[in-house]
């Protein structure tokens, strides 16, 4: 998009100070996202482009985000910590919305937290045992949230609603690719009744559902200069879930020793020791109010979100490539094979992992 269309954008918010400059920011697979800076002492801000194929309720997603950074913003306060630093604040419109509408897209901002650190892969341990105390944190401030949120994105993280979406991809087969795609294929049927199972529990209530941020990548926390996580960010999929379901997503995010999208398979597995430093993290925070059954499942969630994953990537390009960003042609296969990889070394781990998850901070 140009910048003076950009510029128009961000006029719509009520943001102080001169619109000095805008610059696209970070490598999100669904959103566009900017910097605005602003002349002199003025806040600067981010100005995100929402991708409404993928949200279709994007005033209802502004809403649960509202909802769930004014309840993270009361007991930030509650603790004495840094309100504009610690959560996301939201900036609305010049005629008070959430969101601003240009006519064929949904635009969002929110104040930019100054002097954030982002990383993109866990290097030390240490990083994966914050990170995973972030999150801990995070679902821990919100387990007295009680507000209606919608489900922004149906069946998220729901594997039955995944068969369904799957078995039409391939009814379809929009892009012909199906007939190349046997032995892919094959990795995620074998696999369907194990976690069809898992979701089973969700379903019948052995997994209690909570708030749950849903995408929590690395990249998704601001961590300040001394490597204190400041605050969980990107909270366009924050829903009801069960919480094991973040623990996955991070698991997956942070133990990777290869890229998502690596070509060279040796690359990539994942790593017991940043496994073992989130749990760690994660438990030190959470273990005392997770239920003897989510323990027993949380090293599984790993496995759960990881297979999902590898059916998304591999849905999406028997689909033609319409949902994920894609760099090349063949870019969804390519992610394909490197998370099948990602699962295949933590089936071989499961056990070590299962018990870390059973044993650490009890
Ligand atoms: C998408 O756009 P981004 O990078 O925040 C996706 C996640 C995937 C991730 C894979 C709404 O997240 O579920 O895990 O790509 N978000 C949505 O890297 O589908
Ligand atoms: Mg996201």
């Known amino acids: 998009m140009d910048k003076n269309n950009i ?3 961000a006029q719509q918010f009520a943001f102080e100070g001169t619109i000095l400059d805008i610059t696209p920011l970070g490598e999100g697979f669904i959103n566009d996202t900017y910097t605005v800076t602003t002349e002199g002492d003025a806040p600067n801000y981010i100005l995100q482009r929402k991708n409404h194929h993928v949200f279709p309720d994007v005033p209802a997603m502004m809403d649960n985000i509202a909802r769930v950074t004014a309840h993270l913003r009361r007991k930030v306060e509650a603790q004495g910590g840094d309100p504009k630093r610690e ?7 010049h005629d008070d919305r959430l969101y601003h509408y240009d006519g064929e897209n949904y635009w969002a901002a929110m104040l930019l937290i100054e002097d954030a650190v982002t990383h993109a892969v866990a290097d030390t341990p240490h990083l994966a045992y914050m990170g995973g105390r972030g999150i801990g944190r995070f679902q821990t401030m919100l387990a007295d949230f009680d507000e209606p949120l919608v489900e922004v994105i149906k069946g998220f993280h ?4 995944r068969f369904e979406q799957w078995d039409k991809a391939l009814g379809e087969d929009k892009a012909g690719r199906k007939a190349q795609l046997s032995k892919e294929i094959a990795w995620i049927e074998s696999r369907r009744a194990k976690m069809l199972d898992f979701w089973m529990m969700v379903e019948d209530g052995r997994l ?9 990548k690395l990249s998704n926390i601001l961590f300040d200069r001394r490597g204190e996580v400041l605050c969980v960010i990107d909270l366009d999929t924050v829903m009801l879930s069960t919480s ?6 991070a698991i997956r995010s942070y133990t990777n020793t290869g890229a998502e999208d690596d070509k060279n398979l040796d690359n990539v597995s994942m790593s017991m020791e940043l496994f073992c430093s ?5 438990l030190a925070e959470r273990g005392a109010s997770l239920t003897p059954t989510e323990r027993e499942w949380l090293a ?9 994953q590898t059916l998304r990537f591999l849905m999406d390009y028997i689909d033609g490539d319409s949902y994920y960003k894609i760099a090349y042609p063949d870019h969804n296969l390519v992610r394909t094979h490197a998370q099948y990889r990602l699962l295949q070394s933590m089936e071989d781990q499961y056990e070590a992992m299962k018990a870390v998850c059973i044993e650490a901070n009890k």
């Open 7 to 9: 510029k128009e954008i």
């Open 87 to 93: 959560v996301i604040t939201l900036i609305y419109t």
């Open 158 to 161: 729901n594997i039955r609603w």
């Open 208 to 216: 209690p559902r909570r708030v749950t941020h849903n995408d929590t």
């Open 244 to 249: 094991l379901n973040d623990f996955g997503d």
């Open 278 to 282: 989130y749990a760690e993290g994660y």
């Open 300 to 308: 599984f969630s790993a496995l759960y979100i990881t297979y999902e």
